[in-house]
C-alpha cells in the first residue's frame, strides 16, 4: 500500500534519514520503534508528505506523493501528530467534523451523514461525553482521543500515529490498541505508529520496523526483531528480553543501574 524507497532526508547538516527503504502491504499494523533522534517522526512525516525528502520517494498505490494534491492525500491517509495545535475555541465535535473535510466539495458544509461518522468515530474512542466542551479545557489524553477520533471520521484506508499513546492512561492505551486492532482486522484498515512504547508495539503490531542511526536495522514480526541483541545493540543498554506469559509477545524489561548515561 506504501512504499519507501531510498529515502534520504537532513535538515541543515547531518542526514536524518539515509536510503531507508521499506514497504507496507495493505492490511498490516506496523510499528516504528527506535532510540531519540533517529528517525522515526521525520519518517512519518515523509509518509505523509508533510515534509520532502532530499533523495528517494514516497509511493501510495504506486503513485508517487510529490504527483498528488492534499486533498487527495488526505482521501488516502489521515494522520494524528504529536505537534497539532488547536488556537480557536472549537468544541470537540467540531475537531472530529473537521475530519470530514477531504470529502466535502468546496464550501460544503457538513451534512447529516457527516455528523454520524462524527458521532460514531467519538463513540469508538469514548469521547463522545465531551463532544460538547471546548476542546481547550480537555486534559492532554482527552484532546489525543479527540484527534484519534478526527483520523477515524476521516475515513482513509490507512492511518499513521506519532506516539498516539504518550498522554494516555493505562486504560486508554488499551481502548487505543484494541479499537487500532480491530479496525486493522474487521476493517482492513493499514496502521502505521512511531511509539516509545517496546513493548505495546510488540505485543499489538504485526510487523516492526527498527531505526538507528537513520537506517532500518531491523524488520519484520515482533519476535524476529525484538531480541535481547537487537535492542542492546540499538539502545545501548542492558535488558532482559523474554515473552509475556499471557500472550507469548516478546517483552522487554530494563535491568536496573545497569546503563552507563
Not at 493499514?190 to 499489538?204: G, K, P, Q, Y
Amino acid at each position: 500500500m506504501i512504499q519507501a524507497e531510498d529515502l534520504s532526508f537532513r535538515y541543515d547538516g547531518d542526514w536524518v534519514l539515509r536510503d531507508l527503504a521499506f514497504s507496507v502491504q495493505k492490511g498490516d499494523f506496523l510499528g516504528i520503534v527506535g532510540p531519540n533522534g533517529t528517525g522515526k517522526t521525520t519518517l512519518l512525516k515523509l509518509l505523509y508528505r508533510l515534509m520532502t525528502p532530499q533523495r528517494g520517494r514516497v509511493l501510495i498505490e504506486g503513485k508517487d506523493l510529490t504527483q498528488m494534491t492534499r486533498k487527495e492525500i488526505s482521501k488516502k491517509i489521515a494522520v494524528v501528530s504529536q505537534e497539532t495545535q488547536i488556537n480557536f475555541p472549537f468544541v470537540s465535535l467540531e475537531i472530529v467534523l473537521m475530519g470530514r473535510s477531504p470529502h466535502l466539495k468546496g464550501l460544503q458544509f457538513e451534512r447529516k451523514g457527516d455528523f454520524e461518522i462524527a458521532r460514531k468515530a467519538m463513540e469508538l474512542t469514548d469521547t463522545f461525553h465531551v463532544a460538547h466542551r471546548s476542546f481547550n479545557e480537555l486534559s492532554g489524553g482527552e484532546k489525543q482521543m479527540v484527534f484519534i477520533a478526527r483520523a477515524l471520521a476521516q475515513e482513509t484506508d490507512l492511518i499513521l500515529f506519532d506516539e498516539p499513546t504518550a498522554n494516555l492512561d493505562i486504560r486508554h492505551q488499551v481502548i487505543f490498541y484494541d479499537l487500532m486492532t480491530t479496525l486493522n482486522i474487521e476493517n482492513g484498515i493499514t496502521v502505521i505508529t512511531v511509539s516509545h512504547d517496546i513493548n505495546l508495539a510488540s505485543e499489538f503490531c504485526k510487523n516492526i520496523v527498527l531505526l538507528n542511526q537513520g537506517r532500518v536495522f531491523a524488520l519484520g514480526k515482533p519476535d524476529e526483531v525484538i531480541t535481547k541483541a537487537n535492542i542492546e545493540a540499538v539502545y545501548q543498554t542492558p535488558v532482559l528480553v523474554d515473552q509475556n506469559p499471557e500472550t507469548s509477545a516478546p517483552r522487554v524489561t530494563l535491568l536496573r543501574g545497569k546503563t552507563t548515561p
